[in-house]
DNA sequence: CGCATTTTTTACCGGTTCCGGACAACAGAA
DNA sequence: TTCTGTTGTCCGGAACCGGTAAAAAATGCG
């Protein structure tokens, strides 16, 4: 059962033009677009105006290595293609953020079916565009969030934590997982933000609903409130 | 910080005692809930009431063959671990279902390496990590304890002494094992405290559930009761 | 540059939870 | 039974957590 419908998009990142044009075959041969770039600097570029579905990516490039573009990389499943066998590169990489790691030589068939897995995953690849909660719609493209229509105005952060609570209604998010989506990369040590953020948050839908939606775990994190009709 | 709260449920499915203890020990060390079978009806027999977070599966299996109970394992991720290196096998496996495939023997830091890429994963919408025990439903998501429907709120503690001692029912967890799990960062909490978290649990379950769910043994630790209907 | 908005920090309060001692109740050994 | 070590529970103080307001810092905008 081939792709034939849910024809993805792949991103191969090669310097190598031979493996690559291989690649770029076997997989347009498999129903799948592809998408190419042969340098880090290349990847990055195309990356800030395409989303691909998967990236494969060879660890070998000119300029940026792979090992720094990986981190770069957000949502989007990276199979990581390597010379080097060695158990330290793939547990450095895949710890980094890969989702898996071939070794060169590698068998097609098997690349092709570890592709099909990552691209089975429906994590982040439908970035679902709206949202529903108990009054609450949240729309991704416009951004905007109204409680049983009146719109309400959420800054980004408020609005990212309120999606990611949506996003999975009734369970707990840690506070640590939404300090790690908020702000991505600042050390630690900003617990109390999120507190203030959240308060704001619960205000903002609290005017504008009438009632509280979000429920704190006490020691763990939020959670969207179980509200019964 | 090391994420002491998190522990997350795998369960190792292998009919070879060697490996299996192996594996168990060294999941332990780094912090993780195991679970065993070793064949394949009393894996689907295990997984009717507990659902771990993910599935270490050896093929090799006497009775029903890990090809066989691979497709009725549903939104808990599994890796194939198989002494059969051909290409067909992994690719058939990873069709199937199989997040992914591993190669006997092979190196446990990149199978540890591998784990922590599925756990990373912002799961399925599906319940992981739930447990169930005689009438005592325990579900991670919501981080809820309900004894026969009815809600129990638990201290963070509390929660992660029954999880425990849920996990491994009928077996006899140490005083010792608990204190290590529960304040991981305390150098040598107090045996005290212990007994008074196990007194204040046992007390939140009675008074919900109408009676005593934790047996103590004397001079060892504590366990589940068994319950017979 | 000045101004407005957003994010972060700081401080404080009230409530929750944890700790560890005290002491009675209990189980096992002699 | 008596003695000894273990377990169950009560309790007060300490530490921690969560909510909010206000101030300070950072950011965006014209």
Redesign the pocket.
């Given at each position: 059962m081939k792709n034939t419908q849910n024809l993805s998009t792949i991103f191969i990142i090669d310097d190598d033009a031979s493996i690559g044009n291989m690649l770029e075959e076997i997989l347009k041969k498999e129903g799948y677009q592809v998408l190419r770039a042969y340098s880090g600097t290349e990847a990055l570029f195309v990356l800030e105006r395409q989303k691909p579905d998967l990236i494969l990516l060879d660890l070998m490039l000119p300029g940026l290595d792979g090992r720094e573009i990986l981190p770069k990389i957000k949502g989007i499943p990276v199979i990581v293609i390597s010379a080097r066998a060695e158990t330290e590169d793939k547990v450095s990489l895949l710890l980094s953020g890969a989702a898996d790691y071939m070794t060169k030589p590698f068998d097609t068939r098997e690349l092709l079916a570890r592709i099909v897995v990552q691209l089975r995953n429906p994590s982040v690849a439908g970035t679902a565009s709206a949202l529903e909660f108990a009054g609450i719609s949240l729309s991704a493209d416009t951004h905007q969030v109204s409680v049983w229509g009146l719109p309400v105005?959420l800054?980004?952060?408020?609005y990212a934590i309120l999606k990611l609570l949506m996003a999975n209604p009734s369970q707990v998010i840690t506070?640590t997982l939404l300090l790690e989506r908020?702000?991505e990369d600042?050390p630690d040590?900003?617990?109390?933000?999120l507190?203030?953020?959240?308060?704001?948050l619960?205000?903002k839908l609290r005017d504008a609903g009438g009632q509280d939606y979000i429920e704190?775990?006490?020691?763990?994190?939020?959670k969207m409130k179980e509200i019964e009709n």
């Open positions: 105005k800054t980004r952060t408020e506070k908020i702000s600042t040590c900003m617990e109390s933000s507190r203030v953020h959240i308060s704001n619960r205000k704190s775990v006490w020691g763990i994190g939020f």
